[in-house]
């Protein structure tokens, strides 16, 4: 991370004893404290429901940071200032008199970060209690996904946050825009005209964007099956990282002039209507099968399952973005769960030359790829025709890779999570990693109508086995285009 001037704040953490807080928040803020990255002065207070001794509670906390940060990182003395910062307040969020005493611990010259580890169905009591007590003038107000389950629970969410809170107060968070490798892939467009001047329809054929997990459902049956994985991983994850790719370039690096551009793409990707989701749109449920080697209930065998359920946990999509940049290009999204490995990548797929003039039968080879490893091994990796060595090869071409693995090229620093990024940049009041009221809406817009015209079709999931890549129907959603999905084995 960059050397960064960061102010004192005070970090409200309502839903402190919550998975997500005790996973990925306290863990993120532990290694900031860890890099000097934290004023002397910032204090986190975390806030939940449970009574009893707050002590108890702070020791729970310490056993699941020990539990969650690695053994090499551990630091007793960075343990011991970290926890001087720590208290605990057990609250109802819906009571207004138990915000009181959180005003009281907010000077009127400090800044307050509540951040919402909470389900949605909270925000409007909890921003409207800390607009009754004093609170809501000096409030940066971060909130997790997922706000709403379509466009219009969306608008409800975002409007009973905004009747307290201005949009330049709000951070909405999609923690793949922490990540190192899609901050690069900002530097890697437009820092080098080799990208920038061929990023295009002229010399790009097609794109490729996949989130894949191994996992199945991890004992989140009742949201998950509400949800379903359009919900859950494209109306956000995916879109985002599509808008990253085919966005023009900003203005320059401030909040808006960034978001202003995602907004574009979202505003230009092509609707899919009723006659073409079924060339266009594929979604699967995993059955049986095997990970790692060792057998896996299908989706509708997990713990509490409803086994008449028709909800997805795999999509694959072809997206056409309709602009000058991107017209007849091709992106095609997947994300799915119970897959082979976790993987997220972008793979770039530049157009073959205009004139080959080498042996035939190595035509097939020519295939120059730009991957952008986001998760796991993060890193970037240009695939180049060489000349293969040897004097006896004449001019055997062969395929290779220029490239960039961070954690190789970086040896000395540590990749940070994507919550260290994001919780810095709340500190700082930049906005540039977080997502706009008016992303959301576009971004539900063209997803509702994709679960609208699946719900009409009445059609059930796929099949596919856990442990592989999808149904065989996305295979051929890529397939009528003359092309395959990258790396599949």
Same mark, same amino acid.
């Given at each position: 991370?960059?050397?960064?001037?960061?102010?004192?704040?005070?970090?409200?953490?309502?839903?402190?004893?919550?998975?997500?807080?005790?996973?990925?928040?306290?863990?993120?803020?532990?290694?900031?404290?860890?890099?000097?990255?934290?004023?002397?002065?910032?204090?986190?207070?975390?806030?939940?429901?449970?009574?009893?001794?707050?002590?108890?509670?702070?020791?729970?906390?310490?056993?699941?940071?020990?539990?969650?940060?690695?053994?090499?990182?551990?630091?007793?003395?960075?343990?011991?200032?970290?926890?001087?910062?720590?208290?605990?307040?057990?609250?109802?969020?819906?009571?207004?008199?138990?915000?009181?005493?959180?005003?009281?611990?907010?000077?009127?010259?400090?800044?307050?970060?509540?951040?919402?580890?909470?389900?949605?169905?909270?925000?409007?009591?909890?921003?409207?209690?800390?607009?009754?007590?004093?609170?809501?003038?000096?409030?940066?107000?971060?909130?997790?996904?997922?706000?709403?389950?379509?466009?219009?629970?969306?608008?409800?969410?975002?409007?009973?946050?905004?009747?307290?809170?201005?949009?330049?107060?709000?951070?909405?968070?999609?923690?793949?825009?922490?990540?190192?490798?899609?901050?690069?892939?900002?530097?890697?467009?437009?820092?080098?005209?080799?990208?920038?001047?061929?990023? @295009?329809? +002229?010399?790009? $054929?097609?794109? !490729?964007?996949? =989130? &894949?997990?191994?996992?199945? *459902?991890?004992?989140?049956?009742?949201?998950?099956?509400?949800?379903?994985?359009?919900?859950?991983?494209?109306?956000?994850?995916?879109?985002?990282?599509?808008?990253?790719?085919?966005?023009?370039?900003?203005?320059?690096?401030?909040?808006?002039?960034?978001?202003?551009?995602?907004?574009?793409?979202?505003?230009?990707?092509?609707?899919?209507?009723?006659?073409?989701?079924?060339?266009?749109?594929?979604?699967?449920?995993?059955?049986?099968?095997?990970?790692?080697?060792?057998?896996?209930?299908?989706?509708?065998?997990?713990? @509490?399952? +409803?086994?008449? $359920?028709?909800? !997805?946990?795999? =999509? &694959?999509?072809?997206?056409? *973005?309709?602009?000058?940049?991107?017209?007849?290009?091709?992106?095609?999204?997947?994300?799915?769960?119970?897959?082979?490995?976790?993987?997220?990548?972008?793979?770039?797929?530049?157009?073959?030359?205009?004139?080959?003039?080498?042996?035939?039968?190595?035509?097939?080879?020519?295939?120059?790829?730009?991957?952008?490893?986001?998760?796991?091994?993060?890193?970037?990796?240009?695939?180049?025709?060489?000349?293969?060595?040897?004097?006896?090869?004449?001019?055997?071409?062969?395929?290779?890779?220029?490239?960039?693995?961070?954690?190789?090229?970086?040896?000395?620093?540590?990749?940070?999570?994507?919550?260290?990024?994001?919780?810095?940049?709340?500190?700082?009041?930049?906005?540039?990693?977080?997502?706009?009221?008016?992303?959301?809406?576009?971004?539900?817009?063209?997803?509702?109508?994709?679960?609208?015209?699946?719900?009409?079709?009445?059609?059930?999931?796929?099949?596919?086995?856990?442990?592989?890549?999808?149904?065989?129907?996305?295979?051929?959603?890529?397939?009528?285009?003359?092309?395959?999905?990258?790396?599949?084995?």
């Amino acid at each position: 991370m960059p050397a960064v001037r960061v102010l004192p704040c005070t970090l409200a953490l309502f839903g402190a004893l919550g998975d997500l807080a005790l996973r990925k928040l306290y863990p993120a803020l532990y290694q900031l404290d860890r890099e000097g990255l934290l004023h002397d002065d910032t204090r986190i207070i975390a806030l939940a429901r449970q009574q009893g001794e707050d002590a108890k509670q702070l020791a729970h906390i310490e056993e699941r940071l020990r539990h969650y940060v690695p053994s090499a990182d551990w630091d007793q003395a960075v343990w011991e200032r970290f926890s001087a910062r720590l208290s605990y307040r057990a609250m109802d969020f819906r009571r207004e008199e138990d915000y009181q005493g959180l005003a009281e611990d907010v000077s009127d010259a400090e800044t307050l970060i509540a951040y919402f580890a909470t389900p949605a169905s909270v925000y409007s009591a909890i921003c409207e209690n800390l607009h009754s007590v004093g609170l809501s003038d000096r409030t940066r107000v971060v909130m997790e996904k997922p706000i709403g389950h379509d466009l219009e629970s969306s608008r409800v969410v975002n409007d009973s946050v905004a009747r307290f809170f201005p949009e330049s107060q709000v951070y909405r968070i999609d923690h793949y825009l922490g990540k190192e490798t899609v901050q690069n892939l900002i530097a890697l467009r437009f820092a080098n005209s080799l990208f920038e001047t061929q990023w @295009n329809q +002229n010399y790009i $054929s097609h794109v !490729e964007i996949t =989130v &894949a997990e191994k996992v199945g *459902i991890e004992g989140r049956w009742g949201y998950f099956d509400q949800a379903g994985q359009l919900r859950d991983m494209v109306q956000n994850h995916l879109l985002q990282l599509l808008c990253l790719t085919a966005m023009d370039p900003p203005a320059d690096l401030s909040a808006d002039s960034i978001r202003d551009e995602k907004v574009k793409v979202l505003k230009a990707l092509e609707p899919i209507t009723a006659d073409q989701l079924a060339s266009r749109v594929v979604l699967g449920q995993y059955t049986s099968g095997y990970s790692d080697g060792k057998p896996v209930p299908g989706y509708l065998e997990e713990e @509490n399952s +409803n086994e008449t $359920s028709r909800t !997805e946990t795999f =999509v &694959a999509i072809r997206a056409d *973005i309709r602009n000058w940049r991107w017209s007849g290009v091709p992106f095609y999204l997947r994300t799915g769960k119970r897959m082979p490995q976790k993987l997220s990548q972008i793979v770039i797929h530049f157009k073959e030359p205009p004139h080959y003039i080498f042996a035939p039968e190595q035509r097939s080879l020519i295939n120059n790829r730009l991957i952008i490893r986001i998760q796991p091994d993060e890193g970037i990796s240009l695939q180049v025709m060489t000349k293969d060595q040897g004097l006896s090869k004449g001019m055997q071409l062969r395929s290779g890779p220029l490239q960039l693995n961070f954690s190789e090229a970086f040896k000395s620093a540590r990749v940070p999570d994507a919550y260290e990024r994001l919780l810095l940049e709340v500190m700082q009041g930049n906005q540039s990693l977080f997502v706009r009221k008016d992303e959301i809406e576009a971004a539900w817009r063209w997803c509702d109508q994709l679960l609208e015209g699946w719900s009409k079709m009445g059609d059930t999931p796929k099949s596919y086995a856990a442990g592989t890549w999808g149904p065989l129907t996305s295979i051929a959603l890529i397939a009528r285009d003359g092309r395959s999905w990258y790396g599949d084995i």
